[in-house]
């Protein structure tokens, strides 16, 4: 098998990626089969690719489950040995990336009981909050004569410019840092990493319900974190 | 009007409902209540475009470039493993 390289594949796998879109919120494409066989005859360039693609998502997905940057670059660099073991009995019922992924949360979890230095991911219930999506000073008395419930302190639109800085991409990632766990997880694989819920819920081991929940407080609370942060210099509560 | 479409839906249960909305599991009923609500009211738009530029934001964070000395070492991993 492994003398078995088509040297013609990477010209195509190239011209396929500088289509790419850079937004991450893609789906299998049929380029992604060509990839897999391509792997699976030993194709260096294919392999090369396949790390462009996920490595730093590999990464990120890593340090959900351990504690240190550098212990999250061993597990996506001993994942890749599960990937490429594994390649022969992808089945493409998910997408790659969900699969690899799941073999990602797979090591980071083994190596947690070898060095007992994983964070367990915590229970749903355990941090679920359960606290109001915006403060509840913002909003009108349930028993106001004509607004109940209505905005008091409405939100006020934000700056496209200032949403594309640098400076509010940071912020945001620092939101998402003080995140409870689960939540820090859900958010990574649906907003960061682009996975679908089925796929989150498959790589993490809850329902979809929950999955919802979670996402939901956590995008939630990082707008709120934006907010602050994009009106900073004003008098905020 | 806006009174009643008031009574049906406040801007403080809206935005409990957003992520459902934004996953297509609001049941029909919930979905005419929702969309009718921003219709009328600038704050919950406001809110709406927020959650959205979340997530958009969210997704450029998977934006980062792989060093060269780690792809080195992966490609080591690689020619290894054929060699099996």
Same mark, same amino acid.
Not at chain 1, 197 to 212: F, H, K, P, W, Y
């Given at each position: 098998? +492994?003398?078995?390289?088509?040297? /013609?594949?990477?010209?195509?796998?190239?011209?396929? *990626?500088?289509?790419?879109?850079?937004?991450?919120?893609?789906?299998?494409?049929?380029?992604?089969?060509?990839?897999? %066989?391509?792997?699976?005859?030993?194709?260096?360039?294919?392999?090369?690719?396949?790390?462009?693609?996920?490595?730093?998502?590999?990464?990120?997905?890593?340090?959900?489950?351990?504690?240190?940057?550098?212990?999250?670059?061993?597990?996506?660099?001993?994942?890749?040995?599960?990937?490429?073991?594994? @390649?022969?009995?992808?089945?493409?019922?998910?997408?790659?990336?969900?699969?690899?992924?799941?073999?990602?949360?797979?090591? $980071?979890?083994?190596?947690? +009981?070898?060095?007992?230095?994983? =964070? &367990?991911?915590?229970?749903? #219930?355990?941090?679920?909050?359960?606290? &109001?999506?915006? %403060? &509840?000073?913002?909003?009108?008395?349930?028993?106001?004569?004509?607004?109940?419930?209505?905005?008091?302190?409405?939100?006020?639109?934000?700056?496209?410019?200032?949403? +594309?800085?640098?400076? #509010?991409?940071?912020? =945001?990632?620092?939101?998402?840092?003080?995140?409870?766990?689960?939540?820090?997880?859900?958010?990574?694989?649906?907003?960061?990493?682009?996975?679908?819920?089925?796929?989150?819920?498959?790589?993490?081991? =809850?329902?979809?319900?929950?999955?919802?929940? @979670?996402?939901?407080?956590?995008?939630?609370?990082?707008?709120?974190? @934006?907010?602050?942060?994009?009106?900073?210099?004003?008098?905020?509560? | 009007?806006? $009174?009643?479409?008031?009574?049906?839906?406040?801007?403080?249960?809206?935005?409990?409902?957003? #992520?459902?909305?934004?996953? %297509?599991?609001?049941?029909?009923?919930?979905?005419?209540?929702?969309?009718?609500?921003?219709?009328?009211? #600038?704050?919950?738009?406001?809110?709406?475009?927020?959650?959205?530029?979340?997530?958009?934001?969210?997704?450029?964070?998977?934006? *980062?470039?792989?060093?060269?000395? =780690?792809?080195?070492?992966? /490609?080591?991993?690689?020619?290894?493993?054929?060699?099996?």
């Amino acid at each position: 098998m +492994v003398g078995h390289v088509e040297p /013609l594949l990477s010209p195509e796998l190239e011209s396929g *990626s500088s289509h790419e879109p850079s937004w991450p919120h893609q789906r299998a494409d049929a380029s992604e089969g060509l990839l897999i %066989d391509a792997l699976r005859r030993g194709d260096e360039s294919s392999f090369s690719r396949l790390v462009d693609l996920h490595h730093t998502s590999m990464v990120r997905v890593a340090r959900l489950y351990v504690a240190t940057a550098a212990a999250a670059e061993e597990v996506a660099q001993e994942a890749w040995l599960g990937v490429l073991q594994g @390649l022969a009995k992808f089945e493409g019922r998910c997408t790659l990336k969900a699969w690899i992924f799941a073999i990602v949360a797979n090591c $980071a979890k083994s190596r947690g +009981v070898r060095d007992r230095r994983t =964070i &367990p991911l915590s229970s749903v #219930t355990q941090e679920d909050d359960g606290g &109001p999506s915006v %403060d &509840p000073e913002r909003f009108l008395d349930n028993g106001h004569p004509r607004w109940p419930g209505h905005w008091s302190q409405p939100p006020e639109a934000w700056d496209e410019d200032a949403l +594309v800085s640098h400076e #509010t991409l940071e912020a =945001i990632a620092a939101a998402m840092a003080q995140l409870p766990q689960m939540q820090r997880a859900v958010m990574t694989m649906r907003d960061v990493e682009g996975l679908g819920s089925d796929e989150t819920c498959q790589v993490l081991g =809850i329902s979809e319900a929950n999955q919802r929940v @979670l996402l939901h407080r956590a995008r939630s609370k990082v707008r709120k974190a @934006l907010e602050s942060y994009l009106h900073e210099g004003e008098v905020s509560p | 009007m806006s $009174a009643a479409i008031a009574s049906e839906l406040a801007c403080r249960e809206l935005v409990e409902l957003v #992520t459902d909305y934004f996953e %297509d599991r609001l049941s029909l009923d919930e979905n005419r209540r929702f969309e009718l609500h921003v219709c009328s009211c #600038t704050g919950c738009r406001v809110y709406l475009a927020q959650m959205r530029a979340v997530v958009r934001a969210a997704g450029r964070l998977a934006e *980062s470039d792989l060093s060269a000395a =780690i792809r080195a070492e992966l /490609l080591d991993a690689f020619r290894a493993w054929k060699r099996t």
